[in-house]
C-alpha cells in the first residue's frame, strides 16, 4: 500500500505517511490517491490548492472557514519542516478544545488530514518552508474565522516563543470568546 494512515488522538485528524521509492535519481512517492483515502474514509473532494512560503518562526493560524463554506485539508510539506496544529472546534465532540500536532516536514513526506470543524495552524521550523494544502471548498473571505495561537485555554506547546504573526492573526479571538458554529 502506497499509504500508511494513522489516527491522531482525535480520531479525525489523520497522519498520512507516503510510502517513497527511492534510487540514485532521486525519489518518488504517490501524495493523494482518491480511492484509497476514501476507503479510508477521507474527504477527497479537494476544490483548491493553496501554497504557502514562510520563513523560521513565522506562525500562520489558528485559522477555519464557517459552515456553509468549512474545509477539509490535506497538508504537506514540500520543502522545509513545520510544527502543524489541528484544533477540534466540534462543539458536541468529547474532543471539543483539544489540539493534535505533527511535525511535517521534505525529509517525513508525511501529510495531515484536517476535517471540517476544526482550525488549523502551523509554525515553521526550518529556515523556510514550502507548504501545499489541498482543501474541500474554495476560500471565502466572509466565512473565514480564528482562534488566537496562544489561547491559554487550548494550551498549545508550541516550539516558538516569539512568532512571528500577521496583523489578522494577533487580532484573532480566544477560544472562550468564539461562538463556534460546528
Known sequence: MPFKFTRSSISDVILIESQIFEDERGFFSENFKE??????????????????????????????????????????????KIFDVAVDLRVNSATYGKWVAEILSED????????????????????????????????????EGGVIWNDPELNISWPIDEPILSKKDQDLPSLKKLDSVF
Not at 479510508?40 to 459552515?67: A, C, E, M, W
Not at 523556510?128 to 482543501?135: S, T
Open 35 to 80: 480511492s484509497i483515502f476514501e476507503d479510508y474514509g477521507i474527504n477527497t473532494k479537494f476544490v483548491q490548492d493553496n501554497f504557502s512560503y514562510s520563513l523560521k518562526g513565522v506562525l500562520r493560524g489558528l485559522h477555519f472557514q464557517n459552515p456553509t463554506k468549512a474545509q477539509a485539508k490535506l497538508v504537506t510539506v514540500l520543502k522545509g
Open 108 to 143: 517525513n513526506h508525511s501529510s495531515l488530514y484536517v476535517p471540517e470543524g476544526f482550525a488549523h495552524g502551523f509554525c515553521v521550523l526550518s529556515k523556510d518552508a514550502y507548504v501545499l494544502y489541498k482543501i474541500t471548498q474554495e476560500y471565502s473571505s466572509e466565512h
